[in-house]
């Protein structure tokens, strides 16, 4: 068993580097303000955009005017629907294949219809950022307003059935026959949960930077998935794909909603065009809200029935969520429940009512978030009505098989997670009665959930070089939001070539470097490390075939078969050389080889198994008695995730996790006006979101384990596994300190004050 601890940088030895706690690679560059990010990007010329967007949210504009706006002081260009270089049209809501989700046309300002509130109806280009928002407000816009539908709860009735949710889920499964297993049931639940309207927010606003030279375009911008950007923008300006280069070597954060171009791209890449000249667009912090998606409002029906001795007999978890009307979103928000627990009959259902604002994106956790906030507390609340430990209630129900697919787990350690979880929390002390512990005028509750999320691998190449020197550069055009990915490819390079990290240089984020999966769903570090590995493994052999054959070669006529690479050197039996003077001697240009691995689906190792990353959450928290106020305490994550590549950027990744699931059980919402269609509070100030003051003791354990199935390194992802069943935990701890049960999220204090028990003094 392995403890995330912070510890000095490790020493490199012949064991290998990875698994070792290695500080970020890009740590310094970022402390030092080196690291350049989209926005921070110059080039001679460059012109500076600003967006004005709709004031109503559905409608057209019957009259827009823009003269004032065109004589203002540096004013360069204002493009509106009249005057915006021709695009193709949007097409229908749905794709025919989930790829042209991402790859599809994202036309901007290239019609009079408005869709939803504060989408882009004018584009201000001048010699300054000032100037062009100056100008912005001197537009005039008159609209005929349409009425729109805006309210989830009032229109569920109108809501149907998609023909797939995110990633090609099935949207509905039925297994056995629910209805008549809940209706004979001893002991059941039925309960209705709401999960609100959430956004991302990333630390990085959107922004680009566009640069015509020729027909060749170039854009910086802030992209998780540098293909599918490459592929959306060239679709939306008509030109082949290889016309467009993206780059994107920093990113401050993305959670998803980076997945995709949006009107800060493509309105900076028409400008462009147009003036010929850079042009620069960030997203402001509002218009963010509006235009760079979101997590949908959900209402979500759980049902669970069981026998006498706690043995699901029937799962059913239905979800309603909104979408919007002219681009359809469907979350997966129940497919985790199809490989949770065993229970021979089952129904899952996705349903989606169409409400006329932005599309729903991928954001942290699509489904496992939102759906076991509400699945994992309708557990607990099962327990407690059966008398039974949540705990102990789960390892009743552990399935042997997958319950849906029938086919063996590549690894499952839920059970051990959740004991190891509850020995370290000190769950033995949790009183099982709600609002019984007491310190002074608080109320004291401990909760668990567990935790799972599918593991993924996507299709990557990379290219590997070395030179004369010894230096090695890995090329992908992966990107790193944050995560720690250029330094888990330096050690992954590191490890296969045996040389030291510091001969290692990672170059990420340019459209031109090998294609990958990019940042996303947790897997990059299984999907561009599986090709990186594979491209070290032929440049070894490239090193080796040359070794073997040359006169200047001190392992002439060696046994390829047992060389080992290690400590810089390569060693065949008795004898070794430097692997750098090697490559001097026998190639002084060095030598240079790709490498790559296909999607996971396409495998057979995945349609054999189910493989999932597991973890349990802990949490304990404190409300007062008076006041209503829920303060954390403590947490405990405890994962069973694959081998674990660096524990240091491991743990980060699960702390931000957990702190996500702080955030959407207490605070955050995002509020949707339902006259008039607009998100109320769209900055920071108003949408709450964790700080330091909100989060309390963390601690995160990794189990040791290895998923032969997964890939060369037996790691799964956990990127976004942290988030996962942590918002339960913190809601079911709130229901122990309290007795008060709140399935409506996030859980304010004015939703517990009224139904606190009072307490005498």
Same mark, same amino acid.
């Given at each position: 068993m392995t403890e995330t601890k912070t510890s000095n940088r490790p020493r490199e030895t012949r064991s290998g580097v990875i698994g070792r706690p290695f500080d970020r690679i890009d740590g310094p560059l970022k402390v030092r303000g080196d690291a350049t990010y989209a926005y921070e990007n110059t080039l001679e010329g460059t012109a500076f955009g600003y967006i004005l967007g709709?004031?109503?949210?559905?409608?057209?504009?019957?009259?827009?005017?823009?003269?004032?706006?065109?004589?203002?002081?540096?004013?360069?260009?204002?493009?509106?629907?009249?005057?915006?270089?021709?695009?193709?049209?949007?097409?229908?809501?749905?794709?025919?294949?989930?790829?042209?989700?991402?790859?599809?046309?994202r036309p901007a300002l290239n019609s009079e219809r408005v869709r939803y509130y504060d989408e882009p109806v004018a584009l201000v280009v001048a010699e300054t950022f000032e100037a062009a928002r100056a100008a912005a407000g001197l537009i005039k816009v008159r609209y005929d307003e349409e009425p729109g539908l805006y309210d989830l709860s009032g229109h569920v009735a109108d809501a149907y059935a998609p023909k797939r949710t995110n990633a090609g889920f099935e949207t509905d499964s039925v297994i056995g026959d629910f209805e008549s297993a809940f209706a004979a049931a001893p002991v059941k639940v039925d309960a209705t949960y709401r999960t609100p309207f959430e956004h991302h927010n990333p630390m990085e606003p959107h922004a680009t930077l566009a640069a015509w030279s020729g027909n060749e375009l170039t854009i910086h911008t802030s992209a998780q998935t540098l293909a599918n950007f490459r592929a959306g923008v060239a679709s939306t300006l008509r030109i082949p794909p290889e016309r467009v280069r993206i780059m994107s070597p920093f990113i401050g954060g993305g959670f998803g909603s980076k997945l995709i171009a949006h009107a800060d791209t493509i309105l900076a890449a028409l400008a462009a065009k147009v003036l010929q000249r850079p042009v620069k667009i960030a997203l402001t912090r509002q218009q963010m809200f509006a235009n760079a998606g979101h997590r949908a409002?959900?209402?979500?029906?759980?049902?669970?029935?069981?026998?006498?001795?706690?043995r699901l007999t029937g799962i059913a978890h239905d979800v309603w969520s909104a979408t919007s009307s002219f681009e359809e979103y469907c979350e997966q928000t129940a497919v985790f429940a199809r490989s949770l627990y065993a229970a021979p009959n089952r129904v899952t259902r996705h349903r989606l009512v169409p409400l006329d604002i932005n599309r729903g994106e991928w954001m942290r956790s699509? @489904?496992?978030?939102?759906?076991?906030?509400?699945?994992?507390?309708?557990?607990?609340?099962?327990?407690?009505?059966?008398?039974?430990?949540?705990?102990?209630?789960?390892?009743?129900?552990?399935?042997?098989?997958?319950?849906?697919?029938?086919?063996?787990?590549?690894?499952?350690?839920?059970?051990?997670?959740?004991?190891?979880?509850?020995?370290?929390? @000190?769950?033995?002390?949790?009183?099982?009665?709600?609002?019984?512990?007491?310190?002074?005028?608080?109320?004291?509750?401990?909760?668990?959930?567990?935790?799972?999320?599918?593991?993924?691998?996507?299709?990557?190449?990379?290219?590997?070089?070395?030179?004369?020197? @010894?230096?090695?550069?890995?090329?992908?055009?992966?990107?790193?939001?944050?995560?720690?990915?250029?330094?888990?490819?330096?050690?992954?390079?590191?490890d296969s070539l045996g040389v030291p990290i510091s001969s290692i240089q990672v170059e990420l984020g340019d459209s031109r470097f090998p294609r990958t999966a990019g940042s996303g769903g947790s897997w990059g570090a299984a999907s561009a490390g599986s090709a990186l590995h594979n491209a070290c493994n032929a440049l070894r052999e490239?090193?080796?075939?040359?070794?073997?054959?040359?006169?200047?070669?001190?392992?002439?006529?060696?046994?390829?078969?047992?060389?080992?690479?290690?400590?810089?050197?390569?060693?065949? @039996?008795?004898?070794?050389?430097?692997?750098?003077?090697?490559?001097?001697?026998?190639?002084?240009d060095g030598f240079e080889a790709e490498g790559s691995v296909a999607a996971g689906a396409a495998t057979q190792s995945y349609k054999a198994y189910s493989q999932h990353s597991y973890g349990a959450h802990f949490a304990e928290v404190a409300v007062d008695c008076d006041t209503g106020e829920i303060r954390m305490r403590r947490m405990l994550a405890v994962m069973g995730a694959g081998r674990i590549l660096n524990p240091k950027t491991a743990r980060s990744q699960i702390i931000g996790g957990m702190t996500w699931g702080i955030g959407a059980a207490l605070m955050e919402q995002t509020v949707l006006d339902r006259r008039y269609g607009h998100f109320v509070n769209h900055d920071l100030a108003e949408y709450h979101v964790p700080i330091n003051g909100d989060v309390p003791e963390m601690e995160v354990v990794f189990l040791e384990e290895h998923d032969d199935k997964a890939n060369p390194f037996g790691a799964k992802g956990i990127g976004e596994l942290g988030v996962c069943g942590a918002g339960a935990a913190v809601a079911n701890a709130i229901y122990n300190a309290t007795g008060v049960r709140v399935r409506d999220f996030p859980i304010t204090l004015d939703k517990v004050l009224p139904a606190l028990p009072v307490i005498a003094i």
């Open positions: 709709a004031a109503v949210a559905k409608g057209r504009i019957a009259e827009i005017d823009t003269a004032e706006a065109e004589r203002a002081p540096a004013v360069l260009l204002v493009m509106t629907h009249r005057n915006a270089p021709a695009q193709p049209d949007f097409g229908p809501a749905v794709t025919p294949t989930v790829p042209e989700v991402f790859t599809r046309a409002e959900m209402i979500q029906q759980v049902r669970l029935s069981t026998d006498t001795d706690g699509p @489904g496992e978030a939102p759906g076991m906030l509400a699945f994992e507390c309708a557990m607990d609340e099962l327990a407690e009505r059966l008398g039974l430990d949540p705990i102990e209630l789960r390892i009743r129900n552990e399935p042997a098989r997958d319950p849906e697919r029938g086919v063996p787990f590549s690894t499952r350690n839920l059970v051990a997670c959740m004991e190891e979880g509850a020995r370290r929390f @000190g769950w033995e002390r949790r009183n099982p009665t709600p609002g019984r512990a007491r310190e002074g005028r608080k109320l004291i509750g401990y909760g668990m959930a567990a935790a799972i999320r599918p593991n993924y691998i996507g299709a990557a190449t990379a290219r590997v070089a070395i030179d004369g020197d @010894g230096r090695v550069t890995a090329r992908l055009d992966m990107t790193d939001i944050g995560t720690g990915t250029y330094t888990i490819l330096t050690q992954i390079a590191a490239r090193i080796l075939e040359a070794a073997q054959s040359s006169e200047a070669s001190p392992l002439r006529g060696a046994n390829a078969a047992e060389a080992s690479f290690a400590d810089g050197e390569i060693s065949v @039996g008795q004898r070794s050389a430097s692997l750098a003077d090697l490559v001097r001697r026998i190639a002084p």
